[in-house]
C-alpha cells in the first residue's frame, strides 16, 4: 500500500529532485575541499527533504518536525506503519551522509572523494526507492523540465530526461545540450548582438579567405564568452559539458540540427550530470532574461 500523492507533494518532490540534481552538479568540482562539503551537504538536504515530507504525509497531526535524520526515521517508520507502509529502504546510508556532514561542520574535516561518490550513490538510491514505496511513484517520472518556461528548450529537455530513463546516454546528453544551446541563442541578441556572419566556404588556398575564416572563428568564441559571463554562467562547467555531450549546431531557423564529438563511452554518472547541468544553467537563464519571448525586455 502507498500514500496518495496529491498536487502538494509533487511539487514537493520536484524541489527534491531539483536539490538531489543541483548536488550532482556541485559534486563534479569535488577536487576543492570546500566544493565536496557543499556537495556533500545538498545531498543531505534532498535527504531531509524527502524524510520530513514522509513524516508531514504519513502523519499530518503531527507537532514540530525534527531535523535530525535518525530522529526523521525513528518517526516516520511509526507514522507509515499505520498506512500499511513498510519502513523506509537505505536508512543506514543515509545516517552515514548526514555523520560525513557532521563531521565536516563541528570537527573540521572534510569529506573525501570517496566519501562524496558514496554520498552521491546513496541519496540516488534513497530517493528512488523511498519515493516508489511511500507514494508509488518513480522519480525519474517526475520531469523538471516541466518547470522550464520556454516551450522549445523544453522540448528537448523532455526527450533528454526520457532517454535518460531508457539508458541511451549519449542522447541524453545531446538533447540536453541542445536544449542549453537553444535558450542561450533564445538570449543572444539583446546581450551580445545576433550570431556573427560570414562565408564557411571559399578557396582554401586562399590566405585573406583563410584569415577572414579565423577571424570569425575568434569573434564568434569572443561573443560566447561575454553572453556566458554576462550570464554568470561557469566557463569551466561548459566546457566540461562539451567534452560529454559535444558539439550541437543548430541551423538559422533552429529546424534541424547536428550533433559532433560526443564522448562514445559516455556513463550514467556523466550523461546525468549533462542533464542537471543544463537544466540548472536554463533555469537560471530564464530567472535572469524573464519572458523568454522578450529576454530582458526586448521582442525577438
Not at 576543492?32 to 545538498?42: G, Q
Amino acid at each position: 500500500m502507498s500514500l496518495t500523492a496529491d498536487p502538494i507533494v509533487r511539487r514537493k518532490l520536484h524541489i527534491v529532485k531539483g536539490l538531489y540534481r543541483r548536488a550532482l552538479v556541485q559534486s563534479t568540482k569535488g577536487h576543492v575541499p570546500l566544493d565536496r562539503l557543499l556537495a556533500v551537504i545538498m545531498f543531505d538536504l534532498a535527504n531531509e527533504t524527502l524524510l520530513k515530507m514522509v513524516l508531514v504525509a504519513a502523519d499530518p497531526r503531527t507537532g514540530k518536525v525534527p531535523s535530525d535524520i535518525p530522529d526523521l526515521i525513528q518517526k516516520c517508520d511509526p507514522a507509515l506503519a499505520r498506512h500499511d507502509v513498510e519502513p523506509l529502504p537505505e536508512v543506514h546510508h543515509i545516517r552515514a551522509i548526514r555523520g560525513v556532514r557532521n563531521d565536516a561542520q563541528h570537527d573540521g574535516r572534510t569529506p573525501t572523494e570517496t566519501e562524496l561518490s558514496d554520498a552521491r550513490t546513496y541519496t540516488r538510491d534513497f530517493l528512488d526507492r523511498a519515493t516508489a514505496q511511500v507514494w508509488g511513484l518513480s522519480l525519474a517520472s517526475l520531469r523538471l523540465a516541466d518547470t522550464i518556461t520556454d516551450e522549445f528548450s523544453k522540448s528537448f529537455l523532455v526527450k533528454a530526461e526520457e532517454a535518460l530513463d531508457n539508458d541511451d546516454y549519449q542522447s541524453a546528453a545531446q538533447q540536453a545540450n541542445a536544449a542549453l544551446e537553444v535558450s542561450l541563442r533564445t538570449v543572444m541578441e539583446p546581450l551580445v548582438g545576433g550570431p556573427a556572419q560570414g562565408s564557411w566556404f571559399g578557396d582554401a588556398n586562399d590566405r585573406i579567405f583563410l584569415g577572414r575564416q579565423e577571424s570569425l572563428r575568434t569573434f564568434r568564441r569572443m561573443q560566447e564568452t561575454v553572453q556566458l559571463l554576462a550570464l554568470g554562467v561557469d566557463l569551466a562547467q561548459r566546457q566540461r559539458c562539451r567534452e560529454y555531450a559535444g558539439e550541437v549546431w543548430l541551423t538559422l531557423n533552429d529546424d534541424s540540427m547536428h550533433f559532433d564529438g560526443t564522448k562514445e563511452d559516455l556513463t550514467r554518472e556523466e550523461a546525468e550530470w549533462v542533464v542537471s547541468y543544463c537544466f540548472d544553467t536554463i533555469s537560471e537563464i530564464e530567472a535572469r532574461a524573464g519572458d523568454m519571448e522578450r529576454p530582458f525586455g526586448r521582442a525577438l
